[in-house]
């Protein structure tokens, strides 16, 4: 087999792109919607032509009681980032049953795109973000899958693979916020949005130009293995897997603050200055949103050096323990932000702190997010692979979505130390969590041939 990165199927090169301007659409968009809503689209002279928002508006004051701006831009943000992780479901059963891997992508990347370049319509926030989550559960769950169908069962890169393609989904991640967000800021919010858009023609092109080098479609290849029903282990392993969902759904509500909370304290809460009385130049707050993707594709290489060096020594940790770690790291990046508040208390708080932040959370992110796609692939059973893929994508809908969200409408209801302090000490719970299950749940976390 012809191997043209790191040693790995070329596969995963067209993977690794297609996802990378993907996620450019996807991070360009994130850095932009929470100060779209705040400073824009939901202010009055405004709001009066949005397309169903006044429904939109009593559906959520009927569950949460009158919402002031940031409230409402919190649950608007916290449903579409939910719902953008609820729709893998459907995709990957799409996937599964009826169109392929391959053609349930491309529905994909037509939709999400379609969507972003609505989005330079106010009128049309809604049904753009409609189809922007249907867009991506039809993309992230086959592209996902897909990654792993590039390995025999047991092949010991597959954890370095998730690692790889991880770096390019961060790649993206870190380029749209300095140019997605430098546009919206400067131009206006739409010039943004349409940069954003751009992402998803070339994730169609690079996706089509690499057709043969992605794996054999797992449709297909089902009609090979024995129409059978899952045994007793594999369906131990699925409930395994669905019980993870549980700490995953934690750090998922603490990691994506990121887009919402920690946007704000970046805009309102920080001296943005790079060395204030030195040099007075001031970086942009969206540009906040490019540190994390920056330092992942930075750490990466390091870390997975240094996996490949414990594995030879026989000494690398399982998939749990590295989740547990994962969730650690990131509870105590928010209790940094946490002192930070407190140290400077009504003084913008510089920069620097943020920095810290980011390259701690960061860090937890790398042990726990490519971990976990790796550990789904791994112990899903074939039949099943896709949907058990979007398994996976259910935290980020439960608790990156709806539960992040929720959290995020204490941001003006709490001070900012305790704000923080609540964040780190849901992420250290899911820690325990992992912790707890880590030994009851190993002999049914292993791989099936």
């Avoid at 994962?326 to 930070?340: C, D, K, M, N, R």
């Avoid at 130390?417 to 992420?427: N, Q």
Wanted: charged share 15%.
């Amino acid at each position: 087999m012809k191997r043209d990165l790191f040693g790995h199927p070329r596969g995963l090169t067209t993977l690794f792109t297609t996802d990378m301007w993907e996620r450019f659409t996807y991070y360009g968009m994130r850095a932009l919607f929470i100060y779209y809503l705040t400073m824009e689209v939901l202010l009055p002279g405004h709001v009066e032509h949005v397309l169903f928002y006044p429904q939109m508006k009593a559906f959520y004051e009927w569950m949460s009681g009158p919402l002031n701006v940031q409230q409402l831009s919190s649950l608007i943000y916290g449903t579409y980032t939910g719902l953008a992780y609820a729709s893998p479901l459907l995709g990957g059963w799409i996937a599964d049953r009826y169109l392929g891997q391959r053609h349930t992508v491309i529905i994909g990347i037509v939709l999400m795109g379609t969507g972003q370049f609505m989005m330079t319509s106010e009128a049309l926030l809604f049904p753009s973000l409609f189809l922007m989550f249907m867009g991506t559960g039809f993309f992230k769950t086959n592209t996902s899958a897909q990654v792993g169908m590039l390995y025999e069962p047991g092949d010991a890169r597959r954890d370095r693979a998730y690692s790889i393609y991880y770096v390019g989904t961060n790649l993206g991640a870190f380029i749209s916020p300095l140019v997605a967000g430098t546009l919206g800021e400067a131009y206006g919010w739409r010039w943004g949005f349409a940069v954003s858009g751009v992402g998803m023609i070339l994730a169609l092109v690079i996706y089509l130009w690499g057709w043969r080098t992605l794996p054999a479609e797992h449709r297909k290849e089902i009609r090979h293995i024995e129409r059978r029903p899952l045994t007793r282990e594999e369906w131990k392993s699925v409930g395994a897997l669905v019980l993870l969902v549980i700490p995953l759904t934690l750090w998922w509500a603490c990691y994506e603050q990121q887009g919402n909370t920690i946007a704000l304290w970046a805009m309102d809460n920080t001296d943005r200055r790079l060395i204030p009385g030195l040099i007075d130049w001031q970086i942009d707050a969206t540009w906040f949103q490019s540190i994390n993707p920056l330092m992942i594709f930075s750490f990466t290489p390091f870390l997975v050096a240094f996996w490949t060096a414990q594995s030879r020594k026989g000494s690398e940790p399982n998939s749990m323990t590295k989740m547990v770690y994962g969730a650690v790291l990131q509870a105590a990046s928010y209790l940094i932000l946490a002192f930070a508040a407190w140290y400077t208390g009504s003084v913008h708080a510089s920069l620097w702190w943020s920095v810290l932040y980011f390259a701690v959370v960061t860090a937890g992110e790398l042990y726990l997010s490519p971990i976990s796609m790796s550990l789904y692939s791994k112990v899903a059973p074939l039949q099943i692979a896709s949907l058990m893929m979007a398994v996976n994508f259910v935290p980020n809908f439960l608790g990156g979505g709806f539960l992040q969200g929720y959290l995020g409408t204490y941001w003006t209801a709490m001070s900012k130390p305790a704000f923080f302090v609540m964040i780190a000490a849901v992420s250290a719970v899911a820690a325990l969590i992992f912790w707890a299950a880590e030994r009851p749940l190993r002999p049914l976390l292993q791989e099936h041939k």
